[in-house]
């Protein structure tokens, strides 16, 4: 069964950087059919992906363009652990952050879905 | 604005049919498949339906997903008062390089 165990600083202040983590168990963050994203929630926008990142021979990351820029994804392989950075933040940045595995497979033609999320982070921007 | 259009609210009695709309375009509910996801308040989001129209496992089938062209629709059956939450649809958009989500809708057992 697979787990994802969210941790990080529920208040940011606005200019600064906002850094979750995200324990991942019962998988690899460098599997090869699964990458690993971060999605936020807030009552403006509703989920909203921020992006990804996933490893086949190597390793790649895709960006929202809202947030291109601004925002790094990392997978650190000797832990197996997610964590995500987003600078420069505003209070538009205040949300429910999630880490959530996306699945990838072929049976017959490729299904690929998130099925396994984090707990979620309340992060508020306010000084 | 979200890129897939939802109804923000839906609302129906116990033992009624509910659909939900997603509507998208060529680039995404056009080129790939639907996903809907379920949220109950204070909880992550649930997987509900997969490629438009499959269910993982433990998921019952009162709840159904369908596709054509650039729209997608979740329908639910013999509403149930846990089926009191939000309800997202989701997919791949090929001109973005991104996942799109619709703005969600809410629903409400009467």
């Known amino acids: 069964q697979v787990q994802l165990q969210q941790s990080g600083p529920g208040l940011v202040k606005p200019s600064q950087t906002l850094s979750l983590t995200c324990a991942i168990f019962?998988?690899?963050?460098?599997?090869?059919?699964?990458?690993w994203n971060w999605i936020r929630r807030s009552p403006s926008r509703g989920l909203e992906w921020l992006g990804r990142?996933?490893?086949?021979?190597?390793?790649?990351?895709d960006y929202a363009a809202s947030v291109k820029g601004r925002i790094n994804i990392h997978a650190d392989i000797s832990t197996d652990q997610l964590s995500l950075q987003l600078n420069s933040v505003t209070p538009e940045d205040t949300a429910v952050y999630y880490c959530?595995?996306?699945?990838?497979?072929?049976?017959?033609?490729?299904?690929?879905?998130?099925?396994?999320w984090g707990q979620g982070t309340q992060v508020t921007v306010s000084s | 604005q979200s890129v897939l259009t939802q109804p923000p609210s839906a609302s129906g009695p116990p033992g009624q049919r509910v659909t939900i709309s997603c509507s998208g375009s060529?680039?995404?509910?056009?080129?790939?498949?639907v996903t809907w996801y379920q949220q109950l308040p204070g909880m992550a989001p649930k997987l509900l339906i997969y490629?438009?129209?499959k269910w993982p496992s433990g998921v019952p089938d009162r709840f159904s997903g369908s596709k054509s062209g650039t729209s997608a629709s979740l329908a639910i059956s013999g509403l149930q008062s846990e089926d009191e939450a939000d309800y997202y649809c989701?997919?791949?958009?090929?001109?973005?390089?991104?996942?799109?989500f619709g703005g969600g809708t809410k629903l409400t057992v009467l």
């Open positions: 490629n438009n129209n």
């Open positions: 019962g998988d690899s963050v460098s599997s090869n059919n699964a990458a």
């Open positions: 060529t680039s995404n509910i056009g080129s790939n498949s």
């Open positions: 959530a595995r996306e699945l990838s497979f072929y049976r017959g033609g490729w299904s690929t879905f998130f099925d396994y």
């Open positions: 989701a997919a791949w958009d090929d001109n973005l390089s991104a996942w799109v």
């Open positions: 990142t996933y490893y086949r021979s190597q390793w790649y990351s």
